[in-house]
């Protein structure tokens, strides 16, 4: 498949982008820092550039199969980069006819929130990310709202080592607390969905208890 990854060179899209050329996809990478991508620039289409550019987005677009939308925040507490990018988004997928869209959003975003554990829900998420999962919520009903063929992934608070256990995957969070899931494990996640559509137009919450 040839597929354009948005974030590629952050924590989870590093990894998105390695796993996906293992596999043999077509890898185009959207971003503003060419050589953070290190030696993989070479094992990648590179388009200079980044997710708030409507140029740079459409070229990046074109021609692929699906889109992986896997951009962080970094430091930034109150933002509207996710629903503005997501916009760009969709805007050129439409017009390039590009259908399958897989996003990672996060735990606090729609009806996750309250469900990361009692760290997240009452320290992290009211100091830190609360402005954040604000846009992220705006950029989720603009996904839910196009035409296209989405996925909304909602991973867990992120711990650094993968785990032992099975991931667990629901679409309803009713009475489910996920406290931690790997990087690695959001990133196959996403491309074994980008690859498998087994959660098309719906949202999945990610992580274990």
Known sequence: MRLLVLGATGHVGRLVVDQAIRRGHEVTALVRAPQQLGETSALVTVVH????????????VRTQDAVMYVLGAGNVRA?????????????????????????VTGVGAGDTKGHGGFVYDWIVYPLFTKAIYADKDRQEALIRDSGTDWTIVRPAPFRKHRLAEPLSVVTRVDGI?????????????????????????????????
Not at 50 to 59: G, Q, T
Not at 181 to 208: C, K, S, W
């Open 49 to 60: 550039g980044d997710a708030l550019d409507p140029i740079a987005v459409a070229s990046a």
């Open 177 to 209: 607390v996920f406290r931690r899931i790997a990087p690695h494990e959001v990133a196959l996640f996403v491309l074994d969905e980008t690859e498998q559509n087994r959660y098309v137009r719906q949202a999945v919450f990610i992580g274990h208890p």
């Open 79 to 103: 933002t509207t980069l996710f629903s503005e990018s997501t916009h760009i988004l969709l805007d050129a997928m439409q017009r390039e006819g590009v259908r399958r869209l897989v996003c």
